[in-house]
């Protein structure tokens, strides 16, 4: 499935804001900065541009951002639910759209002010109480934010497998790591030690601080092409070999408490086989990886659920954090992640795919051709392989 689109398109333009934690400007104001910066990295014209793709959530609407910046016909235009699970189902949907001849150039963007804006993801309001049904199961218990419902998962993993407090570090300890590396990484000039994960509070058990992602303002911009025109524009494409969404039965938005099994991810298994069997390769075949980490226990849950090793065995993969390093079997987010470089709802971890196939990250892997790029989780997903070209 899905194999006739292998390769036929590339990401060719990557743009960003600056990651903080009081931007000073609206979320519109950030998209359109950095899909200009996007266009300028691509070497195309806004003119160029007739499709586009961001998230539900997204306030920055995409008729301001058309008016704003002169756009002057656009032909397919999306959104993608589900929060940070839209991560890379944008690019799928562009690259669908392009593949059917609706567009030849969509940008997709992420624009948000999770740290300063009226409405931030990781704290409960009360006055932003979800309306969808299921949550009356869940408010009254305390079960009000993102940390909570996570938490709940990591605690049914930690039983089913004995994993004990402290051997989920090596994920925060290695994006640490790769964001001390990376200027533009909000924890660029603080470093993490395993005392100090250690020594950081419980938020909701098991989840130390440190296992959690940072709230932050910024914006990040992609732009899509046909692979042909790729190879005329400014940088060495990043040729799209796999762009998958996923959604499983009995869901529910990061509360799936009623699945048989909540030690796994069955999104990502799913999404994974069609992920990998779109591209042509295994698990084995990628050189670099960029999992969405909004919660350390999230990464392991991926590895197992994606093939790279069995059910039960992912915390022993990332023992002592060698295997995921720059210089490891499987290194992994090299900008420093959602957990370190910042939390841009996963748009900056395709960015920085990218970057790994064109050559330029801060941690740059030796000799990569594919880079694995995933979406949220809890919700339903999305997955992106990019080849380099």
Sequence with gaps: MGTAVREKTAIVGIGATEFSQNCGRSELRMALEAILDAVEDAGIKVEDIDGMVNYTMDTAEQIEVVRSLGIPNLSFFSKVPYGGGASCGTVAQAVAAIEAGLATTVVCYRS?????????????????????????????????????????????????????????????????????RNPNAIFYNRTLSLEEYNDSPINVAPLRRHDCCLSTDGAVAIIVTTADRAKHLKHRPAYISGAVQGMSTNGE?????????????????????????????????????????????LVPMQLEALGFVKKGEGVDYIEGGDRIRRDGELPINTSGGLMSEGYIHGMNLIAEGVRQVRGTSTTQIDDVEYSLVTGGLGVPSSGLILRRG
């Design 253 to 297: 938005v990061m509360t799936s408490y009623t699945r048989e099994d909540i030690a796994t991810l069955p999104e990502v298994e799913e999404y994974g086989k069609l992920l990998f069997e779109m591209a042509r390769i295994t698990p084995k075949d990628i050189n670099v990886a960029q999992f969405y980490d909004a919660f350390s226990p």
């Design 112 to 180: 948000i002010r999770d740290a300063s804006g009226p409405v931030t993801y990781g704290d409960f309001e009360p006055t932003r109480v979800s309306g969808d049904t299921y949550m009356g199961m869940y408010h009254p218990y305390g079960l009000l934010t993102p940390v909570s419902w996570v938490a709940m998962f990591a605690q049914r993993y930690n039983y089913k497998y004995g994993i004990k407090d402290g051997q989920f570090a090596p994920v925060s300890l290695v994006n640490r790591e790769n964001a001390n």
